[in-house]
């Protein structure tokens, strides 16, 4: 029976249908026991299997460094990092070890690995608990990177990342995580790899992942409103290995495209993005591609974050731009 | 009582065959000659590959490559210790407990030559690949522990690293988590005296490095390193108590005696003088009085030994040159996915494209 339930809600009942699905799958990270996590999106889960969810000891590199040889015993180790900010602390151990075991081993030892990890700004957390890193982790081969937009979309995502048999880092929208509820069909499954067409349109395409596609929608709905025009919105769902053809094929259909992240501009996912337009789409362009992310700048505390992050009115004076030129 | 004592810890040190080859009966393993004459081949076997892999890099024929001479009874004592389901999981010097696990000279030496088909773990051995970050890999092994304890197997991880090792945050955190989730997990520190240049009095302040055990609760034991009789014995202890789920550091008293790696010159770091006097320590010349005080080993089969030795090193140097002949460096591009993502189909199709001119 279908459920409505919001994103924490959803990352809860997949591990615990993925839990009881698959006996090799374990879950564990710091305070995700005995306190069902700090966001609660493990609550309830050591009851359900005692021998399978584990409290972590406070060391990042640690929860990281484990998962190698839990999946080398083949278990599916699903781990929690409690920011993404903590997650540098393993940094080293997911690019030297998870991410390139397959390769290095010519596919003899693998590392299906799950490290879920509550991501961005917007909820007004402390210091370094609002970080968007996913072009960091999209630069590492052998990664995939996956951002969820809503309840479904999670439910669907998660469970893939958990079956996949590449490491995922799974990184969760902190800002969604209680905002709406969704409607999520059971046993929901959603292909890694790729990209949604939220909403199709002529004039233009913006492309949007995690919390900032719901800003995104809320522009481009004042400027279909104000305009007229008919946008395009894809996310791409899984930031890498990105799904261009999907978005190549938009870009060539609408002749414009808008690119929007709350990470940092320079070095951003964005400019991979326009790259490919560039490399498969370019003749096809209306006008320059725009970019509206957050500035290279350290994400700020939150006192100042309204203005690091972008909002449905900078994305809509993007959109503009353009559909001007 | 504003004041008292509320921890100790004491570090007991064990030594089976003294310098001069002597054994102490009360200690001895139970071994048979045969064992005996196992270990004293694989000690062999890794030392003249060591001098042979040198040989072959000074000619340009192999890259990089960290030799592990006098550190042989350190490790073939302690990977003879397993069982043929545990696991070994090792850095980048530990090609001697490797053969001993069935990794085969020409697998090391593709290794050192560059090629991942040295990384190739076979589908029926339990092992990870050689770890190239220091430290980096006693975490993979407190893993593989807590894996096969949660699926009730009884199977233990190995994992080598050396003193340099002790000083990253990783080793600490391992040591840590094998305490916290019981883990069927040996952690075998070889005490070389040397990370590269780095005397251990500049490493750490601490008297010895298995205390470091002490702190993350698990037990922690020195060994002669160089004998390995008391290798074999301490780490077989350690074993037994990982199946139960008992960690153990053991730390290996040992000396480099060759270079960090095939790069650096150690005259530059050390005095020769005290390379002489560990040369006179050499674990297989101790182990070689004891066997032949023994009557174990003679005259006859040593020679034979070496022979053998000479003959599967030769031809593993000939299986991996013709495998590095055969090598195709389009298959870069296979094992970074499961599946190739379609980003990388073209990446490989435009080197195609290139290579085809």
Redesign the interface.
């Known amino acids: 029976m279908a459920e409505r339930l919001r994103v924490v809600e959803a990352v809860r009942e997949t591990l615990r249908e993925e839990l009881a699905a698959d006996d090799s799958v374990v879950v564990y990270g710091e305070d995700i026991g005995r306190a069902g996590g700090v966001f609660r999106a493990t609550e309830g889960l050591l009851e359900a299997h005692p021998d399978r969810v584990f409290d972590a000891p406070v060391a990042e590199a640690g929860i990281v460094g484990v998962g190698v040889g839990l999946a080398a015993t083949g278990l599916r180790p699903v781990a929690e990092i409690q920011f993404q900010s903590f997650l540098y602390q393993g940094f080293h151990q997911l690019v030297q070890h998870v991410a390139r075991m397959r390769s290095r081993t010519r596919g003899t030892v693998t590392c299906p690995m799950t490290i879920r990890t509550p991501y961005g700004g917007g909820i007004h957390a402390l210091e370094l608990h609002s970080e968007s890193f996913e072009a960091g982790f999209a630069h590492v081969p052998g990664l995939t990177v996956v951002i969820p937009a809503s309840p479904a979309e999670t439910a669907g995502l998660l469970r893939s990342a958990i079956r996949s048999p590449d490491p995922v880092v799974f990184m969760e929208p902190t800002r969604l995580y209680r905002s709406v509820r969704e409607e999520v069909p059971d046993e929901h499954e959603i292909p890694l790899g790729e990209a949604r067409i939220v909403d199709t349109g002529e004039d233009a395409t913006v492309i949007a992942w995690g919390s900032m596609l719901r800003e995104t929608l809320d522009a481009v709905d004042s400027v279909e409103t104000e305009t007229g025009a008919s946008i395009e919105v894809i996310d791409p769902r899984t930031i890498s290995p990105l799904d261009t053809e999907t978005i190549v094929e938009s870009v060539r259909k609408t002749g414009r495209c808008v690119v929007v992240h709350e990470a940092p501009k320079t070095s951003g996912m964005a400019g991979e993005i326009i790259a490919r337009i560039n490399e498969e789409a370019f003749f096809y362009l209306e006008a320059p591609v725009e970019r509206v992310t957050g500035y290279d700048v350290p994400v700020p505390l939150f006192a100042r974050e309204d203005a690091y992050l972008p909002d449905a009115t900078r994305i809509e004076a993007g959109i503009e731009r353009v559909l001007e030129s | 009582m504003p004041r008292e004592t509320v921890a100790e810890f004491t570090i007991h040190s064990v030594q089976v065959l003294d310098e001069d080859g002597t054994i102490d009966a009360e200690l001895a393993p139970s071994l048979t000659d045969d064992d005996l004459l196992e270990c004293y081949t694989a000690m062999k076997r890794a030392r003249r590959l060591d001098e042979r892999a040198i040989s072959l890099q000074r000619r340009g024929e192999l890259g990089t490559y960290a030799p592990a001479i006098g550190q042989e009874a350190a490790q073939v004592g302690s990977a003879f210790a397993l069982a043929a389901d545990d696991?070994v999981?090792p850095s980048f010097r530990e090609h001697p407990a490797l053969l001993v696990r069935g990794t085969s000279p020409q697998s090391v030496l593709e290794y050192a030559m560059g090629m991942?088909?040295g990384?190739?773990?076979?589908?029926d051995a339990n092992a990870?690949?050689p770890?190239?970050?220091v430290g980096?890999q006693p975490?993979?092994?407190?893993?593989?522990?807590?894996?096969?304890s949660?699926?009730g197997?009884p199977n233990v991880?190995l994992t080598y690293f050396g003193d340099g090792a002790t000083s990253e945050?990783?080793v600490y955190?391992?040591l840590?988590?094998a305490g916290?989730?019981d883990a069927q997990t040996v952690f075998v520190c070889q005490n070389n005296r040397y990370a590269i240049s780095t005397r251990l009095e500049d490493q750490t302040a601490a008297e010895t490095l298995a205390q470091k055990a002490v702190a993350a609760g698990i037990d922690g034991i020195r060994v002669d390193g160089n004998d390995v009789l008391a290798v074999y014995r301490v780490v077989s202890e350690a074993i037994e108590r990982a199946r139960q789920g008992e960690p153990t550091l053991v730390e290996a008293l040992t000396y480099r005696r060759s270079m960090h790696t095939t790069s650096d010159d150690p005259s530059v770091y050390r005095d020769p003088e005290e390379a002489d006097e560990w040369e006179a320590r050499d674990p297989i010349v101790r182990f070689q009085v004891f066997l032949e005080n023994q009557g174990i080993l003679d005259a006859d089969t040593k020679a034979q030994i070496d022979e053998q030795v000479e003959a599967e090193i030769a031809e593993a140097i000939d299986q991996a040159n013709e495998r590095r002949e055969r090598l195709d460096p389009a298959?870069?591009f296979?094992?970074?996915?499961?599946e190739q993502?379609?980003?990388?189909e073209r990446q490989a199709a435009a080197f195609e494209g290139d290579r085809d001119g």
């Open positions: 696991w999981v991942e088909e990384a190739e773990i076979p589908a990870l690949p770890a190239i970050p980096s975490l993979h092994a407190v893993g593989v522990g807590w894996g096969e949660i699926q197997r991880a945050g990783d955190e391992a840590n988590f916290v989730y298959d870069l296979e094992y970074v996915y499961a993502p379609p980003e990388l």
